[in-house]
């Protein structure tokens, strides 16, 4: 069985796994609604960014809608998505603390640099396969012969490369797969104990759900996939709410709502306070029952 982590630790047994699963979306909601009323709108006052806050505020604004997304995902049927939304979650986390700690502004011009390189990789590829088959019938793809031969930017693009992720052994340029160079787990780590553990507890989880395979799903029975989609909500929500800290802090937002940092503290909780709520009221139910007897 999966277990739950965080505030839901409060003693439930009383519960079942749905009522569980129940009052973790409740938080999801919440934390979507704080965001759509209170975040995004201060956002989006903001004019003139620096390439660093442009970064963060991108990065939180994809993570926002994916908090709506999940938000719009009620049913324990769509835990596969919740899934692919909680690690995509994580994921741009761990972007933004890299962005936030950027001192020298070098992972800054990295990420916005990594979309070009990315974009030439992928047409090359596309106008490659085309090439090598001729008789593959396949959509117009001038646009994309143009993308990858308009003059200078193969060259340009190579030496970004080089000069950022440095190149092979063989020297030639080091495609890289994330913009930071490094895979998940390696980002992870660098980011201290607190991230790590966060990966390991949960990353392969919710992995199982976006890979081909059968391990997400051999052996569970449907109880398991409902305290699946209940993990998935209380990771989410973890995650958003600690990106929620960081950008409110690099776009000096946490000046402008004083008790930001409450806020977010109570919204945290709320599945807590959701299922000692429900425990409460069967309590009630037994006491009654116990007087009438």
Known sequence: M????????????DLSVRARVEAFYKGTLEVSKFAGSVMIPLLRGQIGLKDKEKAIVGTYFRMYLWIRSMAAMSSTSHFQAAAAAARSLFELLLDM????????????????VFPEVEKFRVAKNLVSFCDSHPNIEMRNISHRRAF??????????????VKHWGVTKKGRPKRPEHWT?????????????????????????LSWYIHSGSTGY?????????????????????????????CAHE???????ESLPKIIDDLRHIPAKVLTEKQIRILKKAQLRSSTD
């Open 97 to 112: 603390e890299i962005l936030a700690g950027d001192k020298t502004g070098q992972w800054v011009e990295r990420f916005h």
């Open 218 to 246: 051999v052996d569970f029975k449907l109880e398991g996939l409902e305290a699946c989609f209940g993990v998935c909500h209380s990771v989410a929500q973890e995650v958003f709410l600690e990106a929620t800290l960081i």
């Open 2 to 13: 999966v277990a739950f982590d965080g505030p839901e630790k409060a003693d439930v047994s």
């Open 251 to 257: 776009m000096k937002i946490s000046k402008v709502v």
């Open 148 to 161: 990858i031969k308009k003059p200078g930017r193969r060259q340009r693009i190579y030496q970004s490369i």
């Open 181 to 205: 160079g490094e895979k998940v787990q390696k980002r992870a780590h660098d980011l201290g104990p607190k991230y790590e553990k966060l990966y390991v507890r949960v990353y392969p989880l």
